[in-house]
């Protein structure tokens, strides 16, 4: 999966810079649209920041009370949790990883990679997010990784396997029966599907899994001939 620019798939490892922004806009990636999240990230680093050499030891150079009292001017995310944690998840990645989020993943494998992440609180599916993505840009090396149990996710699989949405734990587990190599390689067609079709109503006559969806073919059973779910 294509993660954008400065995000070089290309293998060519990230400097210090890319690194943090990365780390900055998965942070903001949960609860609200995706791409509105990197852009408030993208926003957030280059526009309000400047661009700083260490983002981490820029937003941690304030105290943690001045970091939320800004919530409502940067407007980060609908979530105040998710403004205010960028504060304590900057600190602890200054404290352990001198500010370089690149010290998080260099040189590990995806499952410890993926337990630093929680250590650091970066949070169950976003952290399983981070990781199918550096392995997408050749920052870590891996066989294997989960899928992001995001709502994207949830939806189109609990839909298309299970007949509803399912829970995050569920989703994963999911994925993993189906992709046992790498369940990982299934989340950007998923995402494509939610994000495009799986929606809260679903537009299941243009989704392409809408022959083998339970969920569709149970809608549209349920309705009289000559009509469709949309
Ligand atoms: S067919 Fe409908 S319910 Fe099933 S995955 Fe596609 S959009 Fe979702």
């Known amino acids: 999966m294509d993660w954008g620019q400065p995000y070089k798939s290309d293998g060519a490892l990230w400097s210090k810079k890319?690194?943090?922004?990365?780390?900055?806009?998965?942070?903001?990636?949960?609860?609200?649209?995706?791409?509105?999240?990197?852009a408030n990230g993208e926003r957030l680093v280059i526009s309000i920041l400047g661009d700083p050499d260490d983002i981490w030891r820029e937003i941690t150079s304030v105290p943690e009370h001045e970091w939320k009292s800004k919530r409502g001017e940067y407007r980060l995310h609908r979530f105040p949790v998710a403004h205010d944690r960028l504060w304590r998840i900057g600190r602890r990645v200054c404290d352990a990883f001198e500010g370089d989020a690149r010290r998080i993943w260099d040189g590990r494998d995806p499952v410890t990679t993926l337990e630093v992440l929680w250590g650091i609180g970066a949070g169950d599916q976003i952290s399983r997010m981070i990781v199918g993505a550096l392995r997408d840009c050749g920052q870590i090396k891996g066989l294997a990784s989960d899928v992001k149990g995001d709502v994207?996710?949830?939806r189109v699989l609990g839909?298309?396997?299970?007949?509803?949405p399912t829970d995050a734990e569920t989703a994963v587990a999911l994925a993993r029966q189906l992709h046992p190599a790498d369940p990982w390689l299934l989340d950007g067609p998923l995402w494509v599907v939610g994000q495009g079709f799986c929606k809260t109503i679903p537009k299941c006559p243009a989704c392409e899994l809408a022959a083998y969806c339970i969920h569709a073919l149970a809608s549209s059973a349920e309705l009289p001939k000559g009509l469709s779910t949309g």
């Open 152 to 154: 994207y996710v949830r």
């Open 18 to 38: 890319v690194a943090n922004r990365f780390l900055l806009c998965c942070l903001l990636d949960y609860q609200i649209p995706s791409l509105q999240a990197w």
């Open 159 to 164: 839909r298309a396997l299970l007949g509803a």
